[in-house]
């Protein structure tokens, strides 16, 4: 597995990119947003974005001709404040790596869970699939969203109310590209249920 850390803002974002040994023409990429207490400066606090997600279990295995980054959110701000940011990050990864852009995904935790509906609201044509864990978005706005979605959730969340993912699941349900997975007895890190291979086979499957 080859690691690429940018420590700076240089590229819009710090961030660290996996990908595997052998990756193939046009990969997929996937951009996972990390949550509020991972936010920081790049440099020696750039490893945070490391602490939760798809960086357990992504392998030269499992990672087929795919990409995964995962950029660095300054302290003084946070995900859905910073849509067309991240939008503008994307676009540069994408050109950078000369990717697939049938086959461009994002997922997030908490504070990155609010990050994926927004800015998926906001792009809906960008993402073949997004996967937003115990994060929350606008209901009255979720028609705009037309990709796979998969969102996840525990129900005994304190941090983040589980309502805010079940509002956004009651908009899309009739969809039957739309899952939503409520965990009885989970609090609010059910991205350690969330973020398993099962995810990242589902998330590669899916294009535009």
């Not at 503008?88 to 461009?104: L, M, P, Q, V």
Request: hydrophobic share 40%; aromatic share 12%; net charge negative.
């Amino acid at each position: 597995m080859n690691i690429i850390r940018q420590t700076t803002s240089e590229e819009i974002f710090p961030y660290i990119a996996f990908m595997p040994e052998a990756l193939g023409e046009k990969p997929a990429v996937i951009f996972q947003l990390h949550g509020a207490g991972e936010r920081g400066e790049g440099g020696d606090e750039l490893d945070k974005v490391l602490i939760h997600g798809f960086s357990h279990i992504i392998n030269d295995g499992n990672l087929k001709n795919c990409i995964v980054v995962m950029p660095q959110c300054p302290k003084n701000s946070f995900w859905a404040a910073r849509v067309e940011s991240i939008k503008s990050f994307i676009d540069h990864i994408t050109e950078k790596f000369n990717a697939d852009e049938k086959r461009i995904y994002l997922c997030g935790l908490s504070m990155g869970g609010f990050g994926t509906w927004y800015t998926a609201m906001a792009y809906p044509k960008t993402f073949a699939a997004i996967a937003p864990c115990c994060g929350g978005g606008m209901p009255w706005n979720a028609g705009v969203l037309d990709m796979p979605i998969w969102a996840f959730h525990g129900l005994c969340d304190t941090v983040v109310d589980p309502i805010n993912t079940i509002h956004m699941y009651e908009k899309l349900k009739d969809r039957a590209d739309v899952r939503c997975d409520l965990y009885e007895g989970v609090g609010h890190n059910s991205w350690e249920r969330a973020f398993s291979e099962e995810l990242l086979g589902w998330i590669l499957s899916q294009s535009r």
